[in-house]
């Protein structure tokens, strides 16, 4: 698989991969991350995947940039990487419409289906985690179903709850903290992305894969830690 590596700044080296969003590509970024965590973690700051690049992070007081490209370029050119697990499986219940999810109705009537049935789609996928970011602990999550494959709003909010769960321009994602957004909110979960007093403070990464249960508000109103 090709690559290059270009300077993001003074303190950050990207390697980019073939410019598309599928699954081999996303093995082979996180794969990477991986092995460069493990080899170069001594010079690197911090690895971050993105849908088809690897970011590395160093101090440019202490790194010589041009020494640690080198080391990278080696690392991506050496032949397929030893195959890795799967991703782990998530489970995120879903309290779907109403106050939970106030664009649930748009989505299906631009899609031209029920409720019902835009709830059907959305939980009858198994989605891969494919970046991790906008704030911490968002995840992005692909395929999502043609039919609900909607743009983005033409307005955005100006604070979409925690917990939500949203839609747009073919991805799916859950909003960790209160913020600005574009995205079409169809429910909300209890299941909390980011959390700083876990040990763990991410639920999801790069890799992982996920699938959507509906559950009422009833159900979610007992198992909800948002404020």
């Known amino acids: 698989m090709g690559f290059r590596i270009v300077a993001a700044g003074d303190a950050a080296l990207v390697l980019q991969l073939p410019a598309r969003i599928d699954p081999e590509v996303g093995d082979r970024a996180v794969a990477l991350a991986e092995t460069i965590r493990r080899d170069c973690g001594d010079i690197v700051r911090d690895v971050v995947v993105g849908y088809c690049t690897v970011t590395a992070y160093f101090d440019p007081l202490q790194v010589d940039p041009a ?3 080198e080391q990278l370029t080696r690392l991506a050119d050496a032949g397929p990487l030893p195959p890795r697990a799967a991703g782990k499986l998530i489970d995120v219940p879903v309290c779907y419409g109403g106050e ?3 664009d649930l109705g748009d989505v299906a009537a ?3 289906l029920s409720e019902s049935e835009v709830i059907g789609i959305h939980t009858g996928v198994t989605y891969r985690v494919y970046v991790v970011g906008f704030v911490p602990g968002f995840p992005y999550m692909a395929p999502v179903d043609r039919r609900l494959a909607l743009p983005r709003r033409s307005t955005p909010r100006t604070r979409v709850p925690a917990g939500s769960v949203a839609i747009a321009a073919g991805q799916t994602g859950i909003y960790p903290s209160a913020t600005p957004g574009g995205w079409h909110l169809i429910g909300r979960t209890p299941l909390k992305p980011y959390d700083d007093a876990r040990p763990e403070p991410f639920a999801f990464r790069a890799g992982d894969r996920v699938k ?3 559950i009422d ?5 007992r198992e909800s830690r948002w404020p």
Not at 217 to 221: A, K, L, Y
Request: no cysteine.
């Open 110 to 112: 631009a899609a031209a």
């Open 212 to 214: 959507f249960h509906a």
């Open 100 to 102: 939970e999810g106030p």
């Open 217 to 221: 508000r009833i159900t979610f109103e």
């Open 67 to 69: 020494r640690l490209e």
